[in-house]
């Protein structure tokens, strides 16, 4: 299993943490229960962080007409809306919440360059709030195909998540499923997909990002 690189500097203090604090336990301290229950809890606190920096392989088929899922999750919003930052139009909005169990990369829906990147420090309410995507720590993408479509995706950080990682800027050019970025510890992913665009999923359906499709553009 491949850890993403996010995650290997933590990994490695909270070994060297665990390993020395499991030291101290079973040499000064004489209830062997004590010993059982600290070495369990560090083993299983360390796996379930563990997980949570897991980088699978991803290979995405390369399909102009297909959105791909930014994030691992499930699917929480579906609704027509207004996007007031920056594309200033109706749009379809379909949000993802990533838990803590799921992989936090977050990769390209589409093929395309980036138009428009704005990182917005702020808020860390939970990531289902109402008023999370205007206020809460976020990035907002704008990624335009070779047709003009313009699809705005926007990472935002939930009451747990509280650091947003991204790798992209404005003039990139990014293939679909290429990793744009990464949130810590459970958030939400917002994509705004043109009025004419088929959507492909529906609320609660589990995504995989980069695998499953959730529209297609006309």
């Given at each position: 299993m491949t850890i993403h690189k996010e995650g290997r500097t933590l990994l490695l203090v909270m070994a060297i943490i665990f390993i020395g604090l499991n030291y101290v336990v079973f040499n000064y301290v004489a209830m062997s229960l004590i010993h059982t229950l600290?070495?369990?809890a560090s083993i299983v606190i360390y796996l379930l962080v563990l997980q949570f920096f897991r980088l699978?392989?991803?290979v995405t088929p390369e399909d102009p007409k297909a959105v791909y899922a930014p994030a691992e999750g499930k699917v929480v919003v579906i609704e027509k809306t207004t996007e007031d930052e920056c594309l200033k139009d109706e749009r379809i909005q379909i949000s993802i919440f990533m838990s803590p169990l799921n992989v936090h990369v977050n990769r390209a829906p589409i093929k395309g360059k980036v138009s428009f990147f704005k990182y917005h420090p702020g808020k860390y309410l939970v990531a289902w709030h109402p008023k999370s995507s205007i206020e809460n720590e976020r990035t907002t993408?704008?990624?335009?195909?070779d047709k003009g479509v313009k699809v705005l995706f926007r990472q935002i950080a939930g009451a747990v998540?509280?650091?947003i990682k991204w790798y992209v800027k404005e003039?990139?050019?990014?293939t679909q499923g290429e990793e744009f970025g990464f949130i810590k510890f459970g958030s939400r992913v917002?994509?705004?997909l043109p009025l004419d665009a088929k959507i492909e999923?529906?609320?609660?359906?589990?995504?995989t990002g980069g695998k499953t499709v959730i529209a297609r553009l006309a």
């Open positions: 600290v070495l369990a699978p392989t991803c993408v704008v990624m335009e195909n998540a509280r650091r003039g990139d050019q990014l917002d994509v705004f999923v529906n609320i609660n359906d589990k995504t």
